[in-house]
């Protein structure tokens, strides 16, 4: 019995070493990738900030004294021509400044002539006369003061064009300066007002180009320029103010709207450079990518730097010349067979 347990067990062992040399390991399928050639390339570097859209023609109105709105003639959206009435406040205590100041003038006015006579009769000396004289200089400039503020206690309109905005109603009290209405006088072109840092600030120069794009229409790219530079810091936002003079594309656009700015600064940046997507294991500034080599993925550590766009600087572990694998870097491993195919 024991003799045919060990002949079976025998025969059984020999039939698995004969069907594992029968069978072979598969080999991996190479797998088809795409490559790229690092080469030294020149980045600009982009400064991106957010802001408000605002019309370049628009103008703030305002009374120049302060009081209540006697009367408000306009509405939103309406339009006005140039020299019409848009508001008024109420006049009675400027009225009588104007009243007082013309009644101190005539009283000087009359002064004045008389100490003249006296001083022709040799009855006043030359003291006394360019005493009356001066009292003369100082109610004439008091009326013509007074008369100025009654004449912008009214708001005309500059320009003609279109309100686009009512800060005030009629019976509210306004002060001084403060803005009663937004005139839009209609030119076709808007400014992106965004703040900037002192060390994004001093990149960005006059003339450079930026892409703007808005919430209101996702995915479409406005062209615009920097035109204007602020010399002083906005003490209420700690930024630096700059305005990005954009064209409407033939688009409808409104002040208010939220916008994304991209300035491409002409501050430039020479280095060695590799696609993003070639770019495995990445953190912080190191990562991985793959060479390209006979047929093969060959794993390569690299030091990143900063990020252009699409690409990323590569400061250490790559030579111009090297060629790596950029799609599909993500499904391969060190060794992997590999096929090339860059249509």
């Known amino acids: ?7 079976l067990t025998v025969l059984a062992a020999g039939c698995a070493s004969k069907k594992e040399a029968t069978e072979k390991t598969p080999d991996k399928v190479a797998l088809a990738v795409k490559t790229a050639a690092v080469e030294e390339q020149t980045f600009h570097e982009t400064v991106s900030s957010s ?3 605002t019309s370049k023609s628009e103008i703030k109105l305002a009374f120049k004294t302060g009081g209540m709105i006697r009367k408000s003639y306009v509405n939103e959206g309406q339009y006005v021509k140039a020299g019409q009435l848009l ?6 205590e400027i009225e009588a400044q104007v009243n007082q100041a013309r009644t101190g003038y005539e009283k000087a006015k009359r002064d004045y002539e008389r100490a003249e006579n006296l001083y022709k009769d040799e009855a006043l000396t030359r003291t006394t006369l360019n005493d009356a004289k001066s009292g003369l200089d100082i109610a004439t400039q008091t009326l013509t003061a007074a008369e100025f503020n009654q004449k912008l206690s009214r708001i005309y309109a500059p320009v003609s064009g279109r309100i686009l905005m009512k800060l005030a ?15 839009g006088t209609g030119q076709e072109a808007y400014l992106v007002n965004v703040g900037l840092t002192d060390r994004d600030i001093v990149k960005v120069s006059p003339g450079d180009k930026a892409e703007v794009s808005l919430d209101a229409y996702p995915g479409e790219i406005f062209s615009g320029k920097v035109t204007q530079i602020a010399q002083m810091i906005t003490p209420a936002t700690g930024t630096y103010g700059l305005e990005v003079e954009i064209a409407p594309n033939g688009k409808r656009l409104i002040s208010g ?7 491409h600064t002409r501050k430039s940046t020479t280095a060695l450079a590799v696609p993003v997507e070639a770019l495995v294991n990445a953190h912080s500034t190191s990562a991985d990518v793959y060479l390209y080599s006979g047929g093969k993925a060959l794993k390569k550590p690299v030091t990143i730097g900063k990020v ?3 690409y990323v600087a590569v400061t250490s572990g790559l030579q111009a010349g090297d060629v790596i694998i ?7 491993s060190n060794g992997d067979p590999v096929t090339v195919n860059n249509l």
């Open 87 to 92: 508001a008024e406040l109420d006049l009675s």
């Open 1 to 7: 019995m024991k003799k045919t347990i060990l002949v």
């Open 257 to 263: 709207f939220v916008a994304r700015v991209s300035i």
């Open 169 to 183: 109603e009629q019976g509210e009290l306004i002060a001084p300066f403060s803005p009663m209405f937004i005139l």
């Open 308 to 310: 252009y766009g699409g």
């Open 51 to 53: 802001g408000m859209l």
């Open 326 to 332: 950029t799609t599909g870097s993500g499904f391969v």
